[in-house]
């Protein structure tokens, strides 16, 4: 994926009004119920729905692919091995579209203006400071974390050799942002220990944007696949239908 493209989208405000949405459905979230957390899921369901309207199919399925993923991992790392919990022991319902939120706010962020106007120099700002945040949880953090270092090496991996460097960059503003917001509400708890007791854990772990690396790699390569998938059936459905060949999709990110 490449953040350059024709008619690229330059708005800052889909980040905006996602670091507007995340504290205002983490408040939400405390003390409620299953029922609330369902109402909060439909409602960031909606936004994103509405954010998507005006991307390209590309985009499009890029977020379904980061959402799957994302999904998958939430329902292995929380209920499943226990290496982080939420409040009610069990996977809110605006966390999936959550995490599509997340990721459009980082691919809004990298392809904005003001991103593309200083490249190098937000680069290195994420560089240092990634780095004194993941030393601060090595060296003085109350909790020792590991995991935060070992985030922070992914994130120097996708910030070198990866396509997308501005968007992770806002990766790193976005998650950084949600995982503070969400310990400190109280929505989500990390545990001391990975479930081998080896691997410490902060609370949250810090560069936990590392991680978002591995969701937009996954969204690199399922997304050329799952969009010549739905070409083809298009092109069927056409045939069959109308008789018509759909236009392909225009890869704009």
Same mark, same amino acid.
């Given at each position: 994926?490449?953040?350059?493209?024709?008619?690229?989208?330059?708005?800052?405000?889909?980040?905006?009004?996602?670091?507007?949405?995340?504290?205002?459905? !983490?408040? @939400?979230?405390?003390?409620?119920?299953?029922?609330?957390? !369902?109402?909060?899921?439909?409602?960031?369901?909606?936004?994103?729905?509405?954010?998507?309207?005006?991307?390209?199919?590309?985009?499009?399925?890029?977020?379904?692919?980061?959402?799957?993923?994302?999904?998958?991992?939430?329902?292995?790392?929380?209920?499943? +091995?226990?290496?982080?919990?939420?409040?009610?022991?069990?996977?809110?319902?605006?966390?999936?579209?959550?995490?599509?939120?997340?990721?459009?706010?980082?691919?809004? +962020?990298?392809?904005?203006?003001?991103?593309?106007?200083?490249?190098?120099?937000?680069?290195?700002?994420?560089?240092?400071?990634? @780095?004194?945040?993941?030393?601060?949880?090595?060296?003085? #953090?109350?909790?020792?974390?590991?995991?935060?270092?070992?985030?922070?090496?992914?994130?120097?991996?996708?910030?070198?050799?990866?396509? #997308?460097?501005?968007?992770?960059?806002?990766?790193?503003?976005?998650?950084?942002?949600?995982?503070?917001?969400?310990?400190?509400?109280?929505?989500?708890?990390?545990?001391?220990?990975?479930?081998?007791?080896?691997?410490?854990?902060?609370?949250?772990?810090?560069?936990?944007?590392?991680?978002?690396?591995?969701?937009?790699?996954?969204?690199?390569?399922?997304?050329?696949?799952?969009?010549?998938?739905?070409?083809? +059936?298009?092109?069927?459905?056409?045939?069959?239908?109308?008789?018509?060949?759909?236009?392909?999709?225009?890869?704009?990110?």
């Amino acid at each position: 994926m490449s953040l350059a493209a024709p008619r690229e989208r330059t708005s800052v405000l889909p980040a905006l009004v996602v670091l507007a949405w995340i504290p205002a459905v !983490l408040v @939400g979230d405390r003390g409620v119920g299953s029922g609330r957390q !369902l109402l909060l899921g439909a409602g960031t369901w909606l936004l994103l729905a509405a954010l998507l309207r005006r991307e390209s199919s590309l985009v499009r399925a890029q977020v379904a692919v980061v959402i799957a993923f994302a999904t998958a991992v939430e329902y292995t790392f929380s209920p499943l +091995l226990e290496v982080y919990v939420y409040r009610l022991h069990n996977v809110p319902a605006f966390v999936p579209p959550g995490h599509g939120l997340v990721y459009l706010a980082a691919l809004a +962020l990298g392809r904005s203006a003001l991103f593309r106007t200083h490249p190098r120099g937000l680069v290195g700002a994420a560089v240092v400071l990634g @780095g004194a945040y993941a030393a601060w949880g090595l060296f003085w #953090s109350p909790r020792l974390d590991v995991l935060g270092a070992f985030w922070y090496l992914c994130l120097l991996g996708f910030l070198a050799w990866g396509r #997308s460097r501005l968007l992770y960059v806002g990766a790193l503003v976005v998650v950084t942002y949600l995982e503070v917001l969400g310990t400190r509400l109280g929505t989500w708890t990390w545990q001391p220990h990975d479930p081998t007791g080896i691997v410490a854990i902060g609370n949250p772990p810090s560069v936990a944007a590392g991680g978002y690396g591995w969701f937009d790699l996954a969204a690199v390569l399922a997304v050329p696949v799952l969009l010549r998938l739905v070409l083809r +059936l298009r092109l069927v459905t056409g045939v069959r239908v109308a008789g018509t060949t759909p236009e392909p999709a225009t890869a704009r990110d």
